[in-house]
T-cell receptor, first 110, second 114 residues
Framework: GQQVMQIPQYQHVQEGEDFTTYCNSS?????IQWYKQRPGGHPVFLIQ?????EVKKQKRLTFQFGEAKKNSSLHITATQTTDVGTYFC??????????FGSGTKLNVKP | NAGVTQTPKFRVLKTGQSMTLLCAQD?????MYWYRQDPGMGLRLIHY???????AKGEVPDGYNVSRLKKQNFLLGLESAAPSQTSVYFC?????????????FGEGSRLTVL
């Protein structure tokens, strides 16, 4: 079954609005990664979180790893049309065997 | 460097036919993976390898076999293709150095089984 659950499945926003996607695991993770996949493309690595409660920022993107290392979120502030794509989390229990969430497909209307 | 290269990029098979997908990486990475991607299902791990000569099962290994005879290559085989194996297949590699486990993906192989 699905090791990592991700919601929502789809999100449609107006350009300039914020966006958040969430991942949850029933078991403690060693680390979690986030990827972006553009339509017709392949997943591209965004970031990795390892420490409990860790927060990392990349320009308008904020990534969080929960205190229990079972959940994570990606927040985009003031979305742009270039943010369109599907965002995946990938959790691991032994650092190198990754289980992907089902992804959140983001559509941004100009 | 080419990174991770998958061949072929597209293939149409009839039920019962066999085929092999090739993944090649030129980054000297230890770990390699095969995922399949289906609508609404994300990427599911089929098989993976932690080094030359080793393979292990992932989430959905049934109907597939793999081999890692050389460090740079990871082959995914379908012995008797079924329509349920219609999917986009992604290969990925990982340097496996400490906690820096970024996955580098190939561009994908789209397989249709009729």
């Amino acid at each position: 079954g699905q090791q990592v659950m991700q919601i929502p499945q789809y999100q449609h926003v107006q350009e300039g609005e914020d966006f958040t996607t969430y991942c949850n695991s029933s078991t403690t993770l060693s680390n979690i990664q986030w990827y972006k996949q553009r339509p017709g493309g392949h997943p591209v690595f965004l970031i990795q979180l390892v420490k409990s409660g860790e927060v990392k920022k990349q320009k308008r993107l904020t990534f969080q790893f929960g205190e229990a290392k079972k959940n994570s979120s990606l927040h985009i502030t003031a979305t742009q049309t270039t943010d369109v794509g599907t965002y995946f989390c990938a959790g691991a229990r032994n650092f190198n065997k990754f289980y992907f969430g089902s992804g959140t497909k983001l559509n941004v209307k100009p | 460097n080419a990174g991770v290269t998958q061949t072929p990029k597209f293939r149409v098979l009839k039920t019962g036919q066999s085929m092999t997908l090739l993944c090649a990486q030129d980054m000297n990475h230890e770990y390699m993976y095969w995922y399949r991607q289906d609508p609404g299902m994300g990427l599911r791990l089929i098989h993976y390898s932690v080094g030359e000569g080793t393979t292990a099962k992932g989430e959905v290994p049934d109907g597939y076999n793999v081999s890692r005879l050389k460090k740079q290559n990871f082959l995914l085989g379908l012995e008797s293709a079924a329509p349920s194996q219609t999917s986009v297949y992604f290969c990925a590699s990982n340097p496996a150095q400490g906690n820096t486990g970024e996955l580098f993906f190939g561009e994908g192989s789209r397989l249709t089984v009729l």
